[in-house]
């Protein structure tokens, strides 16, 4: 049954200011002091005082035993509303789901949607032994190998059951990393080749070093709001066309080969009025390559099992056939933590208002950032999309 | 009044203490602990819908039923992908790298992240079990579904099981009713040697020529009322012990109001309480520092209890006061738990045959 959308559009509404706080390995500061740059960032980018922000979206594994609640009395914020997104890789396309319908209904005049983690040395372990009741009980004692071990799992499946093979993976990687020696924010600053790629360690096979996202601190974040107060403020801003969010989608499948993109795409793109070919720039949440594989087929740019072939006959650099993840994506300028599903949709918005600088794809109006998830024992469970469309260049 | 102080916090291990695997379980999953105990392989099912269902649920993900039951399940499985871990965040698996995991699908149903023996293949059949790990925490293990040649050997088993094989045991008291036949099915099982206690190992008991007769037996002197004795063969062998099973006993049923009571409730308290204290003094600290020892780790201490640690005849009150000892000491379990050390309480009913024959007879 295809289901009819009777979904009202998000006419009127807008994202702006992209901020990104450059990202640190480790941190000694607290989630707190990252998420208050993040939001300085965005009220110097936007000409406003932080108590003009009325709308708060927040998303952190680390301000423990703080929540949304305790960074409003921390940071000086005074919101009519609030919201605590504890979703990781898809809190970013929830927030500004969330956000764009208050503003809609007049909740909020300017929502801050503001991701940011640190990472001090035992940070890593600790979110990973504590990240859900079901790994507490039935992954994390099975070798403690933490993501990379329940992507491993995916990814070997995978590779068994659609013939891609680590070149494809590496090919993407490679990709990205040149992508990201144009951004100077981004933690990796050598180049990659394929045989730099190749010949790394493993991590949990068939996954290697560079399959791997580098866990770091740093904060990502943009404002909602109308675009008359985006104008009236002197703002360039994206337009929203459409957004989808699924959680715990395709429970059938004895191992993930989908995730719940391939449930919504077709409402994703009627609400949005175009079709995949028209999209300019993407940036997949790239946890690791495979699951960026998976967002092609499951995004539309190919059917499901032909990602390794696409792979092949596209090139994914800013000046490529398929300019993709434009600012070296987490797997080559760091995983933030909960940023990470914001760092797609802040370069995004760059791009599609015409403001990234040196990783700019030229011509970008349309473009497409995709959020996923939460592996809370075998499979990660959340997925979302939002297409941007950036009008005043 | 004395006021006892109450029950101990968990305290973390001591410094040089072998790591040990991730310990914290919800209330929920401990329901895979009682089954993996008794060797069972046990899921969650759904009372009203027949599901079964895993990871550990408080309710039923098809009909919300908030009664899941832990029953036996089917023990087979696909295997449906597999990787190899090189790197962890955790002190016990960065020793014991590389460590196999794998994705089964269960014939029951769920999906099942499992330890995986180093001969599983993906794509074929797997045999699921329950086992303790180091940790004494509930883990499933996923052996092929058909014997492979040295199967035993797969180093993630060894850390789940204390199999005999190769060990070397020490049996604490010889006389013990169970001694013999100990002996002998732990030689069978593959048990290197087996190194039995006697306080006179030239005198004559039931089941004496039995044990010497048994090829790789071995007497040992050895009188556990006298702790220099104890510590002399800790000092002889206690480094090489696998596993020791403390049969330290001494069957002498008394009444209280009886004559002969003080004394012989003294003897009993010697030769069982005041053993146990010499042998976990002489031999326990070794065998902690070993506990995760890879491969040499030591392996278990095993207590013999009888049914009577848990309650008194009037006949058998010396034998409930004494047995609390090794009762007790197998309740420190947390302690030698720290140390990656099994300890296994056994309850032998030959023995409390024994003292319920005693019993009868007066």
């Known amino acids: 049954m295809t289901r009819q959308p009777v979904r009202k559009s998000y006419d009127g509404i807008v994202a702006a200011v992209p901020v990104s706080v450059p990202y640190e390995r480790y941190s000694i500061e607290s989630a707190h002091w990252w998420i208050a740059r993040a939001l300085k960032g965005l009220c110097e980018g936007a000409g406003i005082d932080h108590r003009d922000i009325d709308g708060f979206a927040m998303a952190s594994f680390t301000t423990a035993p703080d929540s949304a609640v305790g960074l409003t009395q921390h940071l000086g914020l005074s919101p009519r509303w609030l919201d605590h997104v504890p979703m990781g890789g898809v809190a970013g396309v929830v927030s500004l789901r969330r956000a764009a319908r208050a503003v809609q209904a007049g909740d909020a005049d300017i929502v801050a949607c503001v991701a940011g983690d640190t990472n001090q040395v035992d940070t890593f372990r600790k979110t990973v032994a504590h990240f859900s009741r079901f790994a507490q009980d039935a992954s994390y004692p099975y070798g403690a190998g933490g993501a990379n071990a329940s992507f491993a799992l995916i990814a070997r499946y995978y590779m068994n059951r659609f013939g891609a093979r680590r070149e494809d993976f590496g090919k993407l990687c490679v990709a990205q990393r040149a992508n990201a020696l144009k951004n100077p924010h981004a933690l990796m600053k050598t180049p990659l080749t394929l045989d730099d790629y190749m010949r790394a360690r493993p991590i949990a096979e068939p996954l290697h070093l560079f399959d791997c996202v580098m866990p770091c601190a740093g904060a990502e974040a943009f404002l909602i709001m109308r675009e008359e107060t985006a104008s009236a403020l002197g703002l360039p801003f994206a337009r929203i066309l459409s957004t989808i969010e699924r959680h715990h989608a395709f429970a059938e499948d004895e191992v993930q080969y989908r995730g719940g993109w391939a449930r919504d795409v077709g409402e994703l793109y009627a609400m949005a009025g175009i079709t995949p070919s028209e999209i300019d720039v993407v940036q997949t949440y790239d946890d690791y390559p495979v699951i960026s594989m998976m967002q092609f087929e499951d995004l539309g740019f190919c059917a499901k099992g032909e990602a390794p072939d696409f792979v092949r006959s596209h090139s994914f650099e800013i000046d490529g056939s398929f300019p993709h993840n434009t600012s070296g994506g987490q797997l080559s300028a760091g995983q933030a933590g909960a940023a990470g599903g914001h760092l797609g949709i802040v370069e995004c918005l760059r791009q599609v208002t015409g403001r990234a600088g040196p990783t700019q794809v030229e011509q970008a109006r349309i473009g497409l950032a995709s959020g996923f998830g939460m592996i809370n024992y075998d499979r990660g469970l959340s997925s979302g999309a939002v297409i941007l469309w950036g009008e005043t260049q | ?55 550990p649920r408080d309710a039923c993900p098809k009909c919300l039923c908030p009664a899941l039951e832990f029953v036996d399940a089917p023990e087979g499985g696909l295997l449906v992908s597999s990787t190899t871990i090189h790197a ?48 004494g925490q509930p883990v499933v293990f996923a052996r092929p579904a058909t014997e492979t040649p040295n199967m035993q050997d797969d180093p993630a088993w060894q850390e789940m099981t204390a199999d005999p094989r190769s060990r070397r045991i020490l049996i604490t008291n010889g006389r013990h009713p169970a001694a013999p036949a100990l002996a002998r099915a732990l030689l069978q099982a593959g048990a290197a040697s087996v190194d039995v206690g006697l306080s006179d190992p030239d005198e004559a008991f039931d089941g004496g020529a039995l044990l010497r007769a048994t090829d790789n037996v071995t007497p040992v002197a050895l009188d556990l009322t006298d702790a220099r004795s104890v510590a002399a063969l800790a000092a002889a062998i206690g480094a090489e012990v696998d596993i020791l099973i403390n049969t330290a006993d001494h069957v002498r049923p008394v009444h209280l109001f009886e004559r002969d009571a003080p004394r012989c409730l003294m003897e009993t308290m010697d030769a069982t309480v005041a053993a146990t204290a010499h042998l976990a003094q002489a031999f326990g600290p070794a065998m902690m520092a070993r506990g995760a020892a890879g491969p040499n780790s030591a392996v278990a201490w095993v207590n013999i209890l009888s049914a009577y640690a848990l309650g008194g005849h009037p006949v058998a009150v010396a034998l409930a006061a004494r047995r609390a000892a090794p009762r007790r000491h197998t309740g420190s379990q947390r302690l030698y738990r720290s140390r990656g050390r099994r300890m296994v309480p056994a309850r032998t009913p030959a023995e409390d045959i024994a003292v319920a024959a005693f019993a009868c007879g007066r």
């Open chain 2, 88 to 135: 962890s965040v955790d002190p016990y698996f960065r020793e014991h790298l590389p460590w196999r995991q794998g994705l089964v699908t269960a014939d029951c149903g769920p999906p099942i992240i499992v330890h995986l023996h180093r001969d599983c293949v993906e794509g074929e059949r797997v045999r699921l079990s329950l086992q303790l790990d180091k940790a």
């Open chain 2, 1 to 55: 009044m004395t006021k006892l102080p109450g029950p101990e916090a968990p305290k973390a291990p001591p410094a040089g203490a072998p790591p040990l695997p991730p310990a914290n379980r919800s209330r929920t999953a401990h329901g895979l602990t009682r089954a993996a105990a008794e060797g069972r392989f046990a899921l969650q099912r759904c009372p009203a819908c027949a599901r079964f269902t895993y990871p």
